[in-house]
């Protein structure tokens, strides 16, 4: 079982930034893709940010132009820079992983906050 650990989150006043970290760990068959997903209370969780091997990255409207995701191959560790936060950035974030293009690892990790208030 592959094990996601976040790290990073916090409370920001608008406008300010934050990065998140995340590693992955344990019975890892490969990694294509990895990727930064959010879940504001009583909404579905959603893509936000996505890179693959290969660093081709794709983001959600929403959040271009502010957030920007990297990563450490070796380390199987993935980055968010989130920049110009909002109120509506304001949910946990996890991050998972691709094993082949379309096929994410089932299990999730607990996530970290992000708040952003005033």
């Known amino acids: 079982q592959v094990q996601f650990v976040e790290s990073g989150g916090g409370l920001v006043q608008p406008g300010g930034s934050l990065r998140l970290s995340c590693a992955a760990s344990?019975?890892?068959?490969?990694?294509?893709?990895m990727g930064w997903y959010r879940q504001a209370p009583g909404k579905q969780r959603e893509l936000v940010a996505h890179?693959?091997?290969?660093?081709?990255?794709n983001y959600a409207d929403s959040v271009k132009g502010r957030f920007t995701i990297s990563r450490d191959n070796a380390k199987n560790t993935v980055y968010l820079q989130m920049n110009s936060l909002k109120p509506e950035d304001t949910a946990v974030y996890y991050c998972?992983?691709?094993?082949?293009?379309?096929?994410?690892?089932?299990?999730w990790g607990q996530g970290t906050q992000v708040t952003v208030s005033s």
């Open positions: 344990g019975s890892i068959f490969s990694i294509y893709a």
């Open positions: 890179i693959t091997r290969g660093a081709t990255t």
């Open positions: 998972n992983a691709d094993m082949a293009p379309g096929i994410r690892y089932p299990n």
